[in-house]
């Protein structure tokens, strides 16, 4: 079975996101989604990866995005874009295909990367959570919900000092 893993960044006060973005620039957090990621499936939602594509011009590089939408892409139920991301329709249909294309990448584990909808129906079934916890109260439209971390341990911690001045803390936590 493919392991399946959460990255995702979360502010002191809960929140992930504002306006379909990040309410901070940490080029250290973004360095590691990309070494954690990077090889990997990766599974998102329309607007996540929209603003990925918006931002970079393309989809994430190196990595095969896994778009989960109710909408139909222009191209038709399954090419997004052109060689780098695939459409479905729900959670279990993106987590069936990156299944089967995770034995193709690099690594087999498939990396849930946002957003919050997405993250709330996959918790259930994640092994593993890449938390960077952001020392900020920026306020924003986009918080985990309360208790998401329940059962997971934190197996790895590291505290870092930014080039930006915003503390972070990294940490890899396991389910049980």
């Known amino acids: 079975m493919t392991a399946l893993s959460l990255v995702v960044a979360v502010a002191d006060d809960g929140v992930i996101g504002d306006a379909n973005g990040l309410p901070w620039h940490i080029s250290e957090d973004l360095r590691r989604f990309r070494e954690l990621t990077t090889g990997h499936v990766v599974v998102a939602g329309r607007l996540t990866h929209e603003s990925v594509?918006?931002?970079?011009g393309q989809p994430l590089p190196r990595r095969h995005t896994v778009v989960v939408s109710r909408r139909t892409p222009p191209g038709g139920p399954e090419v997004w874009t052109p060689g780098a991301a695939t459409?479905?329709?729900?959670?279990?249909?993106?987590?069936a295909l990156a299944g089967r294309l995770a034995p193709d990448a690099d690594h087999p584990e498939v990396v849930v990367?946002?957003?919050?909808?997405?993250?709330a129906r996959a918790l259930p079934?994640?092994?593993?959570?890449?938390?960077t916890r952001v020392h900020l109260e920026p306020?924003?439209?986009t918080r985990m919900p309360e208790g998401w971390l329940d059962g997971f341990t934190v197996v790895d911690s590291t505290d870092l000092g930014t080039a930006s001045g915003t503390d972070v803390t990294f940490q890899t936590l396991t389910r049980g």
């Open 87 to 95: 459409v479905v329709p729900d959670l279990d249909a993106a987590l």
């Open 139 to 141: 306020g924003g439209d």
């Open 53 to 56: 594509v918006a931002r970079l």
């Open 113 to 119: 990367m946002g957003g919050a909808q997405l993250y």
């Open 125 to 131: 079934q994640v092994g593993m959570v890449h938390l």
